[in-house]
């Protein structure tokens, strides 16, 4: 029943016709139950739950509800909210959570996120779910998968209402005052809360390009119509930035006057300098100006995906402020830290938020744009794109055939691989796919996502323009991978 809808980053994903009420009602038992295994939940307990808002969430949400309630615990139905506030409700409350969301990936898909008590579930809790044989309750369904009745409670605010306060309460009051800042609502949970937030921080806020159906908005793959609309947007509306997030609000878009997004990783490095990080972990695919800016005492490098990071954060006990990011821009805040002794709680999971309040608060300080703050780092760009529907074991079979273990083979594959068409392979790294450092300090990272049948490529260079013209170049030889 489950063999269609796998593990994918701290929680299942699948298509929608392959998430059944039946299916995600298993997985759910399976959670609980590996949580009691634990010791992580008691009886009676309370269990929190929300989601994005996918035409699929609610049903989902639903078949969540029933499994919690028939498990015997209580649901604490969150609502439509981001992800991070959610996982922020579940630590304050000293609860588990779940979260229906599919992310940045396509409507046709959708996901269940979930945490336990202290935050999401990482790798080793991944087995111990999956281990589990829950018994079904086959007098709730209807025929082979619907259920027959609705469990999901009234809504209750409290989780919403704390992620708000908890930068309403951080930042001065009108720490924003004097910006224009656009908020590209889309189909983001966390449109209506951002503009609440923004401009209860003194901002002047302008929404824009609201959406009653789904988009994936990938910001590591961002559409070249999203490109397109926010420099017409700040040209239009004299805005000093843009801001807008993933399906979920846990990845980040920012941009600068000019409407051109900052990259993820770029810009989690501005806000582990403003909140003055001893010490950063990142994934292997991140911009290396972190490592160059020289701003920071430990850097730590991962594989891709949040449960490593955490995983790394965790083990840095030498260091007072310790925060994470990734490429998509989601930052990752593992102990307190404080501005003019107003204290930010750790939130050790990927937030959307924190990043444009910090950037914006930041420039607000030394008085200069965001393009001006972005100029105080080595100029190192990186670049990402991915090709959809690429089937999961011809990536592993590429990957395998690229990391041969011996520098001479591998370049030579890597060579054949190419065509030639690009400089010679220095360098290999395997901490998660292949990161090839060129002869000319360039690089290029190929990967298999873990959340969807995607083969993803990231290159660097000492411009936006080659890194641009590098990856195309990549590009268009991985889809021929494909044929």
């Known amino acids: 029943m489950k063999n269609k809808v796998k593990f994918g980053t701290s929680g299942i994903r699948g298509l929608v016709s392959d998430m059944t009420d039946k299916v995600c009602y298993a997985y759910t038992l399976s959670f609980l139950?590996?949580?009691?295994?634990?010791?992580?939940?008691?009886?009676?307990?309370?269990?929190?739950?929300?989601?994005?808002?996918?035409?699929?969430?609610?049903?989902?949400?639903?078949?969540?509800?029933?499994?919690?309630?028939?498990?015997?615990?209580?649901?604490?139905?969150?609502?439509?909210?981001?992800?991070?506030?959610?996982?922020?409700?579940g630590i304050s409350q000293k609860?588990?959570?779940?979260?229906?969301?599919?992310?940045?990936i396509p409507d046709d898909r959708n996901g269940i996120k979930f945490n336990k008590p202290d935050g999401e579930v990482l790798?080793?809790?991944?087995?111990?779910?999956?281990?589990?044989d829950p018994t079904l309750n086959d007098?709730?369904?209807?025929?082979?998968?619907?259920?027959?009745?609705?469990?999901?409670?009234?809504?209750?605010?409290?989780?919403?209402?704390?992620?708000?306060?908890?930068?309403?309460?951080?930042?001065?009051?009108?720490?924003?005052?004097?910006?224009?800042?656009g908020v590209y609502e889309h189909s983001s949970v966390a449109r209506d809360l951002l503009q609440t937030i923004l401009s209860g921080l003194g901002a002047e806020v302008i929404a824009l390009g609201r959406s009653d159906h789904f988009i994936s908005v990938d910001t590591e793959a961002i559409r070249p119509e999203d490109v397109l609309l926010a420099k017409q947007w700040s040209e239009q509306y004299a805005l000093d930035c843009i801001v807008s997030t993933d399906g979920d609000a846990d990845r980040p878009l920012v941009s600068d006057a000019q409407g051109e997004w900052l990259r993820g990783d770029v810009a989690g490095i501005l806000v582990a300098d403003f909140l003055q990080a001893d010490a950063v972990v990142t994934p292997v695919s991140s911009n290396s100006a972190l490592e160059k800016s020289k701003r920071f005492s430990q850097t730590v490098r991962t594989k891709i995906g949040s449960p490593f990071v955490i995983a790394a954060m965790q083990a840095i006990s030498n260091q007072s402020i310790v925060v994470g990011y990734e490429a998509n821009g989601g930052f990752l805040l593992n102990t307190p830290v404080y501005l003019k002794h107003q204290q930010l709680s750790a939130l050790p999971t990927r937030d959307a938020v924190i990043v444009p309040l910090c950037i914006l608060f930041q420039a607000k300080q030394q008085a200069c744009t965001v393009a001006q703050l972005l100029k105080t780092l080595p100029e190192r760009f990186t670049y990402s794109d991915r090709i959809k529907n690429f089937p999961a074991e011809l990536s592993q079979s590429i990957l395998r055939d690229m990391q041969s273990g011996q520098l001479e083979t591998d370049a030579a594959v890597f060579a054949r691989l190419f065509n030639g068409k690009i400089d010679a392979a220095l360098n290999f790294d395997a901490t998660d796919g292949l990161r090839i450092t060129l002869a000319n300090a360039e690089v290029v990272h190929i990967r298999a996502s873990g959340n969807a049948p995607e083969l993803r490529c990231y290159?660097?260079?000492?411009?936006?323009?080659?890194?641009?013209?590098?990856?195309?170049?990549?590009?268009?030889?991985?889809?021929g991978w494909k044929q």
């Open 139 to 181: 007098a709730l369904f209807s025929g082979e998968s619907l259920l027959k009745d609705n469990y999901l409670p009234a809504v209750d605010k409290l989780a919403e209402q704390q992620y708000i306060a908890r930068y309403l309460d951080f930042f001065p009051e009108n720490a924003l005052s004097g910006f224009k800042i």
């Open 459 to 479: 290159t660097e260079a000492d411009s936006y323009s080659r890194a641009k013209a590098l990856n195309q170049l990549c590009m268009q030889q991985m889809n």
């Open 33 to 89: 139950d590996y949580l009691k295994s634990i010791d992580a939940i008691s009886d009676g307990h309370s269990v929190g739950i929300g989601g994005d808002l996918r035409k699929s969430t609610p049903q989902i949400m639903n078949a969540v509800a029933a499994a919690i309630i028939d498990a015997g615990y209580h649901v604490v139905n969150c609502g439509l909210l981001p992800t991070p506030a959610l996982t922020l409700y």
């Open 95 to 104: 609860i588990p959570t779940m979260m229906v969301t599919g992310s940045h």
């Open 123 to 132: 790798k080793q809790d991944e087995q111990g779910i999956l281990a589990q």
